[in-house]
C-alpha cells in the first residue's frame, strides 16, 4: 500500500475508536431515542455512523470526523388510477363511498365507510 495511504489508514482507525469513545454517551442516547421512536411507529430501528476522512492538499493535513443523527421521516402515499381498471360503483351520501361486507358464509354484515375500511387495511398491512 502507498505510504501516505497506510498513514492515513493507520491514524484514522486510531480516530474512529478515541471519536467514539468520547462520543459514546450522546452515541448511545440517540440510539435508545431511535429505538424508543421504531417502537412507538412499529417500525424497524435503524442507526447509522458516519466517518469521513477529508483530505487537504493545500494545507497538507486530514481530518477525521464522526457523525451521527436521528433520521425522522415523514411521509405519505398516494394511489396512481390505472386507466385502463374500470372504476366501482360505490353506495353513500356522495361525500365519502361505503363498502358492502358479506362474509364468507354469504352473509350481508353491512356498510362501512371507505375511510374506516382503509383504517383496518392500513392496521393489517403493518402486522
Known amino acids: 500500500m502507498n505510504q501516505l495511504l497506510r ?29 424508543e421512536e421504531a417502537q412507538a411507529n412499529d417500525a424497524k430501528p435503524k442507526f447509522a455512523l458516519g466517518f469521513k476522512i477529508t483530505v487537504d492538499f493545500d ?4 481530518a477525521c470526523d464522526l457523525s451521527w443523527s436521528l433520521k425522522q421521516t415523514l411521509g405519505t402515499t398516494h394511489s396512481i388510477d390505472d386507466p385502463n381498471q374500470p372504476k366501482l360503483p360505490l353506495e353513500g351520501d356522495g361525500k365519502e363511498g361505503t363498502i358492502r361486507i358479506v362474509s364468507p358464509n354469504g352473509t350481508d354484515t ?17 402486522k
Do not use: C, F, Q
Open 7 to 35: 498513514t492515513i489508514a493507520d491514524n484514522a482507525s486510531e480516530d474512529l475508536r478515541k471519536l467514539i469513545e468520547e462520543g459514546a454517551e450522546d452515541i448511545l442516547k440517540a440510539i435508545h431515542k431511535t429505538e
Open 110 to 126: 353491512g356498510e362501512v365507510p371507505m375511510s374506516v375500511m382503509k383504517a383496518a387495511l392500513k392496521k393489517i398491512s403493518k
Open 59 to 62: 494545507a497538507a493535513s486530514y
